[in-house]
């Protein structure tokens, strides 16, 4: 996919918050990062999170699955990552913003992902499917998202992601060569002042690993758009 125009908008369609009204997403916009930077450090607080994994609410989510009409067999859901921390080995090393991201979904109990913006055109939308949108995740092969399941699109409708967050598409994922990107913390209940300091807590983590600078916005109910142009 060839690179987009740097992110213009974020946008959270309020039906999302029919099923979770105190739903609070962190998005972190990180730019002019080393993405190589780090390396065994990062993998070490990734292995150490994955030892000390904390309750991701699996429970929680779930729910939310069911209520949205989402089988959440069907799909990773977003509490993977704490299952995967349980196997022998913990949650591989991914690279340095991968690892830096899981390892504190892990720590605070929520889930997180880190997209390359090489990949993204234009606007982000998290939303329900409309049925039609193509999503092709690590193997390769190319699925049609059920209807209603929340996915996140760009304006050139690329599925970035579907199930909140629950499978990432191949081509958004960062790599070592990754400078700039868009990571998401997201909760099902959180107070926005307390989502606001754990971004502000990640976002020191990844400056310190990777240089760059980090800038962070806030989407809930109340504020459902952020605009990073201004």
């Not at 991968?98 to 990949?119: E, F, M, S």
């Not at 499978?167 to 998401?184: G, L, N």
């Not at 307390?194 to 310190?208: C, F, I, K, S, Y």
Request: proline fraction near 6%; charge should be negative.
């Amino acid at each position: 996919m060839p690179a987009g125009p740097p992110a213009g908008r974020e946008l959270i369609d309020m039906a999302l918050f029919g099923v979770a009204p105190e739903f609070v997403r962190a998005s972190l916009r990180l730019t002019g990062v080393d993405g190589g930077r780090s390396a065994a450090t990062a993998a070490r607080l990734l292995a150490k999170a994955s030892r000390d994994v904390a309750d991701v609410g699996a429970d929680a989510w779930r729910r939310a699955y069911d209520d949205l009409g989402i089988a959440s067999e069907a799909v990773a859901p977003a509490t993977a990552l704490a299952a995967w921390a349980a196997v022998p080995g913990g949650v591989p090393s991914q690279g340095p913003i991968t690892d830096i991201v899981h390892a504190t979904a892990l720590r605070v109990g929520c889930p997180a992902a880190a997209y390359d913006l090489a990949a993204i055109h234009g606007d982000l939308w998290l939303r329900p499917a409309r049925g039609v949108e193509v999503f092709e995740g690590l193997t390769g092969r190319p699925d049609t998202v059920p209807i209603n399941e929340p996915v996140l699109v760009d304006s050139a409708d690329h599925c970035l992601a579907r199930a909140w967050h629950g499978a990432q598409s191949a081509v958004s994922r960062c790599t070592t060569a990754t400078t700039d990107a868009i990571v998401h913390l997201d909760w099902l209940a959180l107070d926005p002042a307390d989502a606001h300091e754990q971004g502000r807590a990640l976002a020191r983590l990844l400056t310190g690993f990777l240089g760059g600078s980090v800038s962070m916005r806030l989407l809930h109910r109340d504020a459902a758009v952020a605009d990073w142009r201004s």
